[in-house]
């Protein structure tokens, strides 16, 4: 079982910078693959990023590539977003997802979601 607690969002301007952290209760943790979506109003939720269980490997959504990353650090039990260039497209409740595979929308561990708002 894993637990995730999101933490991070905020109110910004557009081309601002802000870090999301998720931090992960469970054994396993440096063990599964973590990502995050991100749910805007109105509209269906979309994957951003996720890492897998080493660190090594990242894969991206179009719309953040150039602009967004992740990161680990299974020592402390936590994965990061680090977005930068933020635009108001980029407003909605940002959610962290565990898996024991690859991160999908199926994955079976979920936090409850921290707001970011981008104001123009």
């Known amino acids: 079982q894993v637990q995730l607690v999101e933490s991070g969002g905020g109110l910004v301007q557009a081309g601002d910078s802000l870090r999301l952290s998720c931090a992960a209760s469970?054994?396993?943790?440096?063990?599964?693959?973590m990502g995050w979506f991100r749910r805007a109003p109105g509209k269906e939720r979309e994957f951003v990023v996720a890492?897998?269980?080493?660190?090594?490997?990242?894969y991206c959504a179009d719309s953040v590539k150039g602009r967004f990353t992740i990161s680990r650090d299974n020592a402390k039990n936590t994965v990061y977003l680090q977005m930068n260039s933020l635009k108001p497209e980029d407003t909605a409740v940002y959610y962290c997802?565990?898996?024991?595979?690859?991160?999908?929308?199926?994955?079976?561990?979920w936090g409850q979601g921290t707001q970011v708002t981008v104001s123009s």
């Open positions: 997802a565990a898996d024991p595979g690859v991160v999908t929308a199926s994955s079976p561990y």
């Open positions: 469970g054994r396993s943790f440096s063990t599964y693959g």
């Open positions: 890492v897998n269980w080493s660190g090594v490997i990242t």
